[in-house]
């Protein structure tokens, strides 16, 4: 069967393509340089693309060029194709543009060339085809600490970050670490997150234990590289999971020596985030802190309720009240104001300041609720020294 353009492809061909910011339906060298770049190919085939796709060779890429571009790249990529044709196949040829390559090959007086794409396999025959997409809990630590050691501080990873870890990984060859990469990678981003790190790393894995990289992602990940959060969970319905037991194999453990961890999972204690400023985990850490003011806030509610149900000794207790609701206002106003200053040198090292200003609105809000509270509760207890006056006047 002939290879062709899918109609998925050229869907993800339009996402990379408008992420770039066409002007007038067509891409300079500049804008496609990004994509160009992550590829990771060398600067000889990334120059051969660039004329191949070029169809007419105008120094810029419409829609139809920039997919013939990426097929290029992916394939070369992955694998399926070793070495660049010296022209375009016949099937990868947009109709619009047929009359150029005619007119481009009578010129040159080249013969009629194809690009052959191989059915077969990889060429080590060796690789087996039962990849595993389950990570099991031990290997996901072991990813978590890798992610943990190259990410940076707005929880991002690099290609090259991670050079340390290929460079103990002898029997995954450079292509196939690209190829997985591109797979996790769908829209050529300079950087991942930490999901798509998992399973970069994951794949990597597979491959040192003898797994053929597969061509493609399975649907029920794809919403991990949309943002959405993949599932772990061990009992949810998996593959046929084969257990490693007690084999030799044990992947990243030189690199994670080298810079420190621990290796393998006994014993591993809880990563300590509460020092990480600039990351996701600092808005955690702050919502939880916010969480814990609230449940503050809701036993002060319940304790002034049950006051409440007790006029007499709310009364004998000559404003004890109103005195430690006053003294609550403060302790929130002071602690308002520490998070304030905590907050405000936080951002000299945060880039987003957007995030600090909504936190310190967050905390305020907090504190006029508490305010309006506090007055509600003054006019309740004015009232119930009326209610007295009267009934001592009347006695």
């Not at 599932?231 to 257990?243: G, T």
Request: include cysteine.
């Amino acid at each position: 069967m002939a290879p062709k353009l899918e109609e998925w492809e050229i869907k993800k061909y339009w996402e990379i393509f408008s992420g770039l910011k066409p002007i007038d339906n067509k891409l300079n060298g500049e804008q496609v340089s990004v994509v160009l770049k992550n590829s990771k190919l060398g600067d000889s085939n990334l120059s051969k693309i660039w004329d191949l796709s070029d169809i007419d060779a105008d120094g810029s890429l419409d829609f139809e060029e920039f997919c013939i571009c990426m097929r290029l790249i992916f394939d070369l990529v992955n694998g399926t194709i070793s070495s660049l044709p010296s022209q375009l196949p016949d099937w990868l040829v947009p109709s619009s543009k047929a009359h150029l390559i005619q007119a481009n090959r009578a010129l040159s007086g080249q013969d009629h060339q194809t690009l052959r794409y191989s059915d077969s396999e990889d060429d080590d025959s060796s690789l087996s085809d039962q990849f595993d997409w389950y990570i099991s809990p031990n290997d996901k630590s072991k990813y978590e600490e890798i992610y943990s050691s190259a990410s940076d501080r707005f929880g991002r990873i690099t290609y090259d970050s991670l050079n340390g870890l290929y460079s103990t990984l002898p029997n995954v060859p450079a292509t196939d670490i690209s190829s997985a990469w591109n797979l996790v990678n769908p829209r050529s981003s300079e950087t991942i997150d930490k999901d798509q790190t998992l399973i970069f790393l994951h794949m990597l894995n597979q491959r040192s234990t003898g797994k053929r990289i597969p061509r493609s992602v399975p649907s029920s990940l794809r919403a991990t590289f949309s943002k959405e959060t993949p599932e772990y969970s061990i009992e949810s319905h998996q593959a046929s999971i084969q257990k490693s037991g007690n084999s030799k194999h044990s992947f990243a453990d030189n690199y994670l020596e080298r810079i420190g961890g621990s290796g393998l999972s006994k014993n591993t204690k809880g990563t300590d985030f509460s020092s990480t400023e600039g990351t996701d985990w600092e808005e955690v850490r702050l919502k939880r802190e916010l969480a814990d003011l609230e449940e503050q806030v809701r036993q002060r509610e319940l304790e002034t309720d049950s006051k409440q149900n007790e006029r007499i000794n709310v009364l004998n207790g000559n404003g004890s009240t109103t005195n430690k609701t006053l003294q609550t206002r403060k302790e929130l106003e002071q602690l308002l104001e520490y998070k304030q200053k905590q907050l405000i040198q936080e951002s000299k090292s945060n880039a987003d300041l957007s995030e600090v200003s909504n936190d310190i609105d967050t905390v305020e809000s907090q504190v006029q609720v508490l305010e309006q509270y506090l007055q509600q509760k003054k006019n309740e207890y004015n009232e119930l020294q009326q209610q007295i006056a009267q009934a001592k006047s009347s006695a």
